[in-house]
Structures are given as C-alpha cells and as structure tokens.
C-alpha cells in the first residue's frame, strides 16, 4: 500500500499544477488509508506537505505577476488566528473517546475521517458545478474577505487542508480578481495558513517523521512541475469537473468506510 501511496501522492501537486487547487484535499486520505497514519498526526503532516507544495507555486505565480498582497494579508491574518485558535487551544482538548453508543464508539479519529468526507463532498460539488462569471462583483469587500478567511482558518485548522475550493471563490467574489490571480493568491494564503499551522504543532511536542514528510513533498512538487507543463497544453478548466466527480467518489467512500467497516 506504501506504494501506491508515493504514486498516489504526484496527485497532490498534479492538480495544483492543472487546476489550481484540490490536491490538499486528497492528502489525508492518502496519509490515513494508504500510509497507516493516525488521523489526528496526519492532520499534521498535511498542513507540511500542503504549506511546502503551496510555497513553490505560490512563487511561480509570483514571477508571472499572479500574487495581490493585499487581499493575502486581508485574508491570511483572520486565517492565522482561527488556526492557532483552533490547533493549539481547541483541539488538543477534544478526547480520544467522544462517546459510546452501545458497542460503537465515536473516537476523535472517527470526527476527523468524517469532517473530512464531508468537506471533500462539498469541494466536489463546487468543482462539479459551472462558475457564474455574472455573479462577479466590481468591488473588493475586504470585510467579507476577512470573515471567510477566518472560516477557511478553521478548517484548516481542524483538517489540516488547504482549503483552496474556499479560497479561490473568495478571492474571485470579494476580491474581485481574475482566475489566474486568485489561484496564484489562494497558493500563498495556502502556505501561510499552513506555516503557521505547522510550526504551532512543532511547538507542542508533536512527534514528525521529517524524511518521511520531505520524501511525499517531493514527490507531490514533482507533480505539481508536471501539472504546470501540462496546463500550457491542457485546460484545466475542463478537468476540473472531472476531478470533483473523483474527490466526490473519495468523499462517499470514506464516509462508508467510517461508519459501516
């Protein structure tokens, strides 16, 4: 299964290079079913590689003159806060038992696995569905900004994602950036929220297999060189409903998975 887990993990950076997001999303699984880690540690280990992926594409967006500052900070500070909120104060008080039920128990691991399926179904469906490019507004709302940039922090938080099916909308609706900003922006958020996230883990005590982490980030970088030259070649508009049906397929899987195996 290790195997097909390093083969597995060119798909994170594979996606970020085509399609600009989605690859954060299949880490945990990736992690959790084919590595045999704990849910709660690959939360962790997600917003490394993640944070790491996002660094080199963020930097790439910014030579070709992708990356807005301003809307990254607006959204990237509220973000910031709500991660350190919720890793460092709220999660490491939720119990490794939340209850029981008969003979089924609710663990932690349990939450995690099922938040997650949940917020790769609700990615899905917003890569699925066609973009309304005549809701766009004309205005940059910072103030909205701020306010999702805080909700995408707790998610972060909590799963260890990117969060980029949220942050991409965000940056395009209230910030009103093109597409091609507002990807190369998301990426910085990305690293930034990931960073920090990371960094407040280490200083906890939590245990990191470093080799480990550096061996599925260059592996999921390798991707993403490749992602980038196939979309110079490839729309990766139109493979982006493509991908949402697969992360939507992830999604019900690990809920079954979870519940009933």
Sequence with gaps: MEYLGYFASIIIGLSLGLIGGGGSILTIPILVYLFKINPEQ???????????????????????????LKSALYFA????????????VIFPQIAATLFSVASYTVSKDFLIMLIFSVLMIAAAISMIKKN??????TETNYNKLSIIGFV???VTGFLGAGG?????PALI??????????????????????SIGFGGD???????DYIFLLEISGIALLGMLIGTQLSKKIDG?????????FVLVMGFYIITKEIFF
């Design 202 to 208: 280490l200083y906890i005590g939590t245990p990191v």
């Design 152 to 154: 995408v922090g707790i």
């Design 237 to 245: 508009t139109k493979l982006k409903p493509l991908f949402g049906w």
């Design 77 to 88: 500070i509220p973000s910031v806060i709500s991660i350190l909120i919720i890793r460092e």
């Design 173 to 194: 609706f209230f910030a009103n950036l093109p597409m091609k900003q507002a990807v190369g922006t998301s990426l910085l958020i990305i690293f930034i929220n990931s």
């Design 42 to 68: 690959a939360t962790t280990y997600s917003l490394f590689i993640v944070g790491i992926t996002a660094l080199f594409g963020s930097y790439s967006h910014y030579k070709m003159g992708n990356l807005k």
């Design 164 to 168: 980029g099916f949220l942050i991409i």
């Design 132 to 137: 309304k490019a005549e809701l766009k507004p």
